[in-house]
């Protein structure tokens, strides 16, 4: 069974900076997904960016781009400029392509300080 | 638009009781999943469903049980609850190549 991977269970960055959240993977596939998702305090799950595996290009969403690297199995979330209102817990998921079974890491809280 | 509607929101049970956690979504999708959400591990996949009829085992699926009613409504069943199935459940669907929505969650306590 694939497996995700946080290394980091918490984070804090200065508003205004730059902030890294890991991930890793482990999968036998060649064509997946992986997305990251925020949950606030509401509990809300949120899609913040997702990423096809046949994609050469990292994704990217506003302030809010990844760093993929397939051999190396790590998706990793690079938030620029952040903000108060980016502070919640981050999940790093993957899925295989036209497969249903979806799986999470453990996540990392992510605080912002002004 | 509604997307994926749980309720209750919030259930305190007493161990040995039984519920139902009821889940529906108005997106027209295939999938749809059951997860659990601890402190510490993530959200960890119980049960899940390809399309309406069909339901898999995923990571945790020991002292629950499902049923997929139809393409929009997808149920979680306690049987005999217990305190370690206290947690915040949270279900989901999607189409078979996108992204997950998510409900609102449930926050479950069994004591």
């Known amino acids: 069974a694939q497996t995700v991977t946080q290394s980091q269970p918490e984070m804090s960055v200065q508003e205004a900076e730059t902030v890294t959240l890991s991930c890793t993977y482990d999968?036998?596939?060649?064509?997946?997904?992986l997305f990251w998702y925020k949950q606030p305090p509401s509990r809300q799950m949120i899609l913040v960016i997702r990423?096809?595996?046949?994609?050469?290009q990292n994704a990217t969403e506003n302030r809010f781009s990844v760093n993929f690297q397939k051999a190396a199995k790590s998706f990793s979330l690079k938030i620029s400029d952040s903000q108060l209102g980016d502070a919640a817990m981050y999940f790093c998921?993957?899925?295989?392509?036209?497969?249903?079974?979806?799986?999470f890491g453990a996540g990392t809280r992510l605080t912002v300080k002004p | 638009n509604a997307g994926v509607t749980q309720t209750p929101k919030f259930q305190v049970l007493k161990t040995g009781q039984s519920m139902t956690l009821q889940c529906a979504q108005d997106?027209?999708?295939?999938?749809m999943y059951w997860y659990r959400q601890d402190p510490g591990m993530g959200l960890r996949l119980i049960y899940y469903?390809?399309?309406?009829?069909?339901?898999d085992k995923g990571e945790v699926p020991n002292g629950y049980n499902v049923s997929r009613l139809n393409k929009r409504e997808f149920s979680l069943r306690l049987e005999s609850a217990a305190p370690s199935q206290t947690s915040v459940y949270f279900c989901?669907?999607?189409?078979?190549?996108?992204?997950?929505?998510f409900g609102q969650g449930t926050r479950l306590t069994v004591v």
């Open positions: 989901a669907s999607s189409h078979i190549l996108g992204r997950a929505f």
């Open positions: 999968t036998s596939e060649s064509d997946y997904y």
């Open positions: 990423q096809e595996a046949y994609k050469q």
């Open positions: 998921a993957y899925r295989i392509y036209n497969n249903n079974d979806m799986r």
């Open positions: 997106m027209n999708h295939n999938s």
């Open positions: 469903s390809a399309s309406e009829g069909t339901t």
